[in-house]
């Protein structure tokens, strides 16, 4: 296939992160659950890029999603910029020691990276904002996370592998 060595795993999580964007953004009340979890699948691509494809590129496509969360879901400029602007930043710090890591720990660092961003865009959001903080919607998306984030996972490293 001519396309497909021109299309390198990074422009596949482009795709990825667009589509997600695309769901987590538009509010159809009768679909939440879908926007809750293309929320998180969202972070988890974040997340995963910086991880594993840390380039110059990143904060760029960073601060433009982040902007586009902030503007789009609470009309302000706010916590969603500010934390993937950081989360890029820690990434650019600490990519030294991730290539100790097995993929074993890496997964559960992600994991534990999506609850605790997400926590704090809440509490930064309650803080600055007035908007409300939500216990039970940050419990179920822990639920949605811990059970689908590591066939999220196994997906990736599939995608990884494409050459």
Request: proline share 2%; charged share 10%; hydrophobic share 55%.
């Amino acid at each position: 296939m001519l396309l497909s060595r021109y299309l390198v795993p990074f422009t596949y999580y482009n795709l990825i992160l667009i589509i997600l964007f695309s769901l987590s953004i538009g509010s159809i009340e009768s679909f939440s659950i879908i926007n809750s979890i293309s929320y998180i699948f969202l972070h988890f691509v974040i997340i995963y890029l910086g991880l594993y494809y840390y380039r110059r590129t990143l904060y760029s496509i960073y601060f433009l999603y982040g902007l586009g969360i902030d503007i789009l879901l609470i009309n302000q400029i706010g916590p969603h910029l500010f934390i993937f602007m950081t989360l890029l930043f820690f990434f650019y710090l600490t990519k030294k020691y991730f290539i100790y890591l097995s993929s074993q720990r890496i997964y559960l660092l992600i994991l534990l990276i999506q609850l605790l961003i997400i926590l704090l865009e809440m509490l930064l959001t309650s803080f600055f904002f007035d908007y409300d903080f939500n216990l039970d919607k940050y419990l179920k998306f822990i639920f949605i996370s811990i059970i689908s984030s590591y066939p999220i996972f196994f997906i990736f490293s599939k995608i990884d592998n494409l050459q």
